[in-house]
């Protein structure tokens, strides 16, 4: 029988044999529309139990726009958004902007680390300033911006007049 847990009647010698099956993996559906990507992208295989990590990024000239999680609006960290304990199958969907003439988007960076930007958006006004502030991790303590950006001063301001990289 599949009873769990079973009872057992000792009136002679028993030999019992437990079998076990596994049990399938799930499914996450991930899709783009026009203007970016998602990655890994389609029917994605998850095993039972395992974490899977999507990473969401716009072309050149798009803004990511929204992305649903089960048709739910979620918020990417870093651009990424991880399934936790998979057990059922899933789907994540993003969905893409184009940047208005003159407006800018700026990607920060940071290991050890994380970088908050204020204002916080998805796209700038050309000459618009954004302060960039590292805060790290504990046992690390900040050093020095590269990329669009150079100095040590923490925070620090940047001019919105091209799309920028910040690390």
Do not use: C
């Not at 009647?9 to 026009?34: E, H």
């Not at 998602?38 to 295989?45: A, L, N, R, T, Y």
């Not at 870093?78 to 700026?106: C, E, K, M, R």
């Amino acid at each position: 029988g599949a009873a769990n847990p079973a009872a057992v009647t000792m009136d002679s010698n028993k030999t019992v044999t437990a079998d076990f099956t596994i049990i399938p993996p799930s499914v996450i559906t991930a899709s783009a529309g026009t203007g970016g990507a998602i990655s890994p992208s389609g029917q994605v295989s998850v095993p039972y139990g395992a974490n899977r990590t999507f990473t969401v990024t716009p072309d050149p000239g798009y803004v990511i726009d929204q992305v649903l999680a089960d048709g739910a609006a979620i918020t990417l960290t870093a651009g990424t958004y991880t399934f936790t304990d998979v057990t059922a199958n899933h789907t994540i969907a993003a969905s893409f902007a184009l940047l208005p003439p003159n407006t800018y988007t700026l990607a920060v960076n940071a290991a050890n680390g994380s970088v908050t930007k204020n204002p916080d958006n998805a796209a700038y006004s050309s000459g618009e300033q954004v302060t960039l502030t590292a805060v790290p991790n504990t046992g690390y303590t900040f050093d020095h911006w590269s990329g669009d950006l150079s100095g040590a001063a923490n925070p620090a301001a940047v001019t919105m007049d091209s799309n920028k990289t910040v690390t």
